[in-house]
Every structure is written in C-alpha cells, then in structure tokens.
C-alpha cells in the first residue's frame, strides 16, 4: 500500500507518522525543506533560490531553509590569510520571514584547493545533519538546488527519513563539474538516481542528464529561473539614471555577473574597444565580484578605455532593477550558462539582450525582438550585435509583456508545486 510520510516532533526528536494514499495530505499541512548553499543572508547572495522560496511559502505549513557555509572562530577573522577560505567577515545569523526559517549549518573551512573539494561534500552532509538532528527540524520533503554537495546532502536525507527528494541541476553542476573525474561523476550520478525527481534549468542540461547519466526522461522536469515582476519592470532610463547619479545622455551597455573567466567579461571589453572607436556617447558598465577583476582591469587599462568601461563591483540585488533601467542594452558574454536569472530579470524590465548562444540563453531569446544571440568567444560577432542593438528600434513594451507572460516567479514556483504533488503522490 502506498504510504504518505511525515515527521512529527516529539521528546525523543523524530517519529514517523504515516496515512495511506486515500487519505492525502494537504499540500498546506505539509513542511518543505530546502537545502542551497547560496542562499542571502538577508540579502546577499542566492537571490534566485530566496526568490523562488518566497513565491512557495503559502503553499506550504512551514518551509526551512539550510545552508551550509565554512566558518572561521571569529578571532581568525583579524588573520588576512585566512579570509580566502569563507565568504563573509563574520558567521551569518539565522533569520526567518513569514514562515520560512532560514539555517546556517556551519563547518570549518578548508583552503580553496581541488583536493579538498571532495572532503567538502562530506563535511557539508555531515554539518546539515547535525544541525537537522540538534534543531528536529520538520520536513515532508526535500528539495535540494545543486547537485554536489547538496544534492548529496538531500539524498542522504531522504535515506535516514524516508522522504521523497527533488534536486535542482541549474548550470556547471551538470554541465562542467560532473566531467572534473570519475568521482564527481560518480558521486552526480548517485544524487540524480536516489532523486524522485530531477529540475534542470534548460532543454541543454536535460539532454546532458539523460544521455551522460542515463537517467529516463520521465523523471527531468525543465524549469527555467524566474523573476519578481513587482521589482523588475520598465521605468523611464532618465529616472533610473537620476537614481543612480549617471550622464542623463549617451548610452549605457550594462553586464551583471560574476567576475569569472566563464561569464566571458574579457571578450564584452574587447568588443568595447571596436565599439568606442566607432561611438562617442556609448560607455559600459559591469556588475560583479570575483577573481577575475585585477585581470579585467589591467585589460581595461591596456585599452585605455578607462573613461568608458566601469567595474562597480557587487551592487545589492535590490538595486538592479534601476541599473537595468538605466541601460540600453544589457549583455551576458557567457562562454556556458544554465537558465541566467539576469535575462528574464533584464527582459522584465524591457531591455533588449545581447547574448551567448550558450545552455538555457537561447531557450529565452527566442526571436531578434527580444535580443541578439552570439557565438561565444567571438568579439567581432559580439561587437557586430552589441552594434546592431544600440542603432536598432526596440518595442520595450512587448519586451517586458513576453517576460511577464512566460517568466515570473508565480509561473515557474507553480511548475515546481507540481513536481512537489508529484513526488508526494507517487512515494512510497
């Protein structure tokens, strides 16, 4: 017989309650934990993981949010070598909004060499096992954003629970860190088996779990990242550029993204160098942190495009939504990509996209109203479209109707509520 699983709290932690299948629970009665190492404390950081979380909360009686992340005693902090290895000055504090709580599972970290990435995974499982156990949690499900570690760490837990798990393949995930070696393989291929159902972010990263893992097609689900559309839609380019202090003239090309070798930024500033040759009132604005700004700098340098490139660094998510306004054409150089959160965020607010034709990109872009798609690598071909972009006519509107209609977090939370009704009917 088919049987619906919950765990009740009580004195001695957890017991397992069980109803049969003609009497089902209500999604509404049930509590939802998500595991995502991005996630904002706040607002910083894994905005889109929040953001979907926030569009479920009233699906659900309570929904928990851990994250694992490294953590230093606090006198380390005042130690300069020792900041490479954690992501924040100080350890997060847990916080909740509505009814969902929100959990830092800290684990000491270890320095950012590959041979430590395994024990990582581990080290992660293990943290949000502790803090499960220590807190007695209440969960009905697991839905896990990433494959490794968190995949791993949901799998474990639907082993030591008995809950049905979802996990998330979003980008490099699937796509990259799968073919580092055998383990990684491995270890991807166990979460994407022990998974009652597995989302993936475009049709690209379905055909790679299904043709590289051998996972049946019945399982994936395609859903893309989405975007508020109370916070992201057309305003007037002159208010925004009043908001934010810029030249009221000219145009603006605008990149958001990590500054990493993968999101392509040294091809966008090439291709800046033949574009400001040609334009006088064009300049570029990128968004973003990462390892890679000395080296974008220095190329900015070498250019001498100092006056009409700017790297801004990281700007609060709340804020991209002036930025993307004040653009005129907003361009991701990515060399792979999953499903960038920043196209639907950018068509949301009518801007035109100039693009990669890499993973979920084309899947968005799909006709030369809504953006341009280029070859990756390729800055005479990424020139040629950031060109036709700035001296073409744009319908804005229809821009951020398309967005609106295909994109908003509503729409993609209520795809994923499905494959939840799914997971839960089906689990035995």
Known sequence: MLIKSSFLLSKSGFELASKPAGRPFGMRNLNLLVVSSPYPIVNYGGVFVKDQVNSMKGEFSSI???????????????????????????????????????????????????????????QSSAAVNRLVRHLRIRFNLVHSHFLLPEGYIGASLKEEY??????????GDIYSQPFVDNWWREKTKYVLVKADCVI???????????????????KIRVIGNGFDPDSFFPICRRTARQALGLPLEGRIVLSVGNLLKIKGHRYLIEAMKEICSKFNDVSCVIIGEGYEKAALKARIVEFDLEARIRLIGGVSHDRIPLWLNSSDVFVLPS????????????????????????GGVPEAILDEGLGILVPPRDVDRLAAGITSALTRGWDESRIAEYARDKYTWKKMASKVLKVYSEVLTGFE
């Open 64 to 122: 928990n949010v851990v994250a694992p992340m490294s953590y230093f005693p606090k006198f380390l902090f005042a130690v300069d070598r020792f900041r490479d290895y954690t992501r924040f000055s100080s350890f997060p504090v847990d916080y909740s909004f509505g009814n969902v709580n929100v959990y830092f599972a800290k684990h000491m970290p270890l320095p950012t060499l590959k041979v430590f990435s395994k024990i990582r995974v581990f």
């Open 162 to 171: 008995h809950v049905p798990f979802v996990v998330t393949a979003h980008g």
């Open 200 to 218: 993936t972010t475009s049709m690209r990263n379905s055909g790679i779990i299904e043709e590289q893992f051998g996972i049946d097609k019945k």
């Open 335 to 358: 060399l792979d990509e999953g499903f960038p959160t920043v196209v639907a965020e950018a068509l949301g607010c009518g801007r035109p996209v100039v693009a990669s034709a890499v």
